[in-house]
């Protein structure tokens, strides 16, 4: 469980999220994970991002361990109920898992199957309530487990902007705290203002902020985003991407850029998100001056 001693000793992660394939051809997932993992700490298997049906994460992080690569199972609000996901971290940990993140899930409009009906039988706070309560030995319908799990929990936490806004996030942190939550993964992060203004209120909390850090692959994804997410991506960083004979290879200098602004303001690690990139890893690696081999 290298994650959970290098959170607990105060050293910088890294978390490199993993796509498992849209199909059973599985090499290439492999094949960038190994590629890296003498230098990430573990990998994030997404649940079906953006509602888009692949491989489940849960067959993803199995296969990655299977290999001797340490895992973040996804666990997802949108698409079980509340026998399949205990089934599903009782099997993941079972077989080697030892990291949870507990995650809603985006709605299914937003994927490639517009007839699926979205489950949700269980929220967020329910299913890190029902984490806890199978690493306590019951189930929750109160039945005694023949041996509990247990996993180092995570989930996710907003970038709130405003002051208001920041206050009623940390009161949502507390209660994911209260239920067992040790480390939170933010959405992805481009200029680290808001987010420092944020984790100034967090002091003294028992529990690790890892900010996300997205490769952009073209102007046209950024301006996407720019239209329809927060936070913003900089001007600069599009202007740079416009103006390189090399887009990728500056799309690549830009996530190593943040990575090591977040390193060098002391933020707990990264999550590094490449959504299909996943080649690009040692690029990014190797720019952002963190050791790096196969």
């Not at 005694?144 to 208001?164: C, E, M, R, W, Y």
Request: proline residues 4%; neutral net charge.
């Amino acid at each position: 469980m290298q994650l959970q001693k290098k959170l607990a000793s105060g050293e910088f992660v890294i978390l490199a999220e993993m796509e498992p394939p849209k199909g059973t051809d599985v090499v290439a997932m492999v094949a960038n994970a190994a590629n890296v993992k003498r230098t990430v700490d573990a990998f994030v298997i997404p649940e079906m991002s953006n509602a888009v049906m692949k491989m489940s994460s849960l067959g993803g992080a199995l296969l990655l361990q299977s290999k001797g690569l340490e895992t973040v199972l996804q666990c997802c609000c949108r698409d079980r109920n509340r026998l399949a996901l205990q089934g599903d971290l009782l099997a993941a940990q079972a077989l080697g898992v030892p990291n949870v993140m507990a995650v809603s899930g985006e709605e299914i409009t937003h994927g490639d199957h517009h007839k699926a009906r979205a489950v949700n039988d269980l929220d967020l706070m329910e299913l890190l309530a029902a984490i806890q309560t199978l690493q306590k030995g019951r189930d929750l319908a109160g039945v005694d487990l023949q041996g509990a799990p247990s996993f180092l929990v995570g989930s996710t936490v907003k970038i709130p902007t405003s002051d208001a806004a920041r206050l009623d996030e940390v009161a949502e942190l507390d209660k994911k705290i209260a239920t067992g939550v040790k480390f939170f993964i933010t959405p992805p992060v481009y200029e680290t203002a808001a987010l420092e203004k944020f984790t100034s209120l967090l002091k003294g909390r028992p529990v690790s902020i890892i900010p996300t850090v997205l490769l952009l692959k073209s102007v046209g994804m950024a301006r996407y985003i720019n239209r329809l997410l927060e936070p913003k991506i900089p001007e600069d960083f599009i202007n740079r991407i416009q103006k390189a004979s090399d887009r990728v290879r500056e799309c690549v200098q830009i996530a190593a850029e943040i990575i090591t602004t977040l390193k060098n303001r002391g933020f707990n690690g990264v999550n590094i998100s490449t959504i299909g990139w996943e080649d690009k890893l040692p690029a990014i690696l190797a720019a952002a001056g963190l050791e790096f081999g196969g």
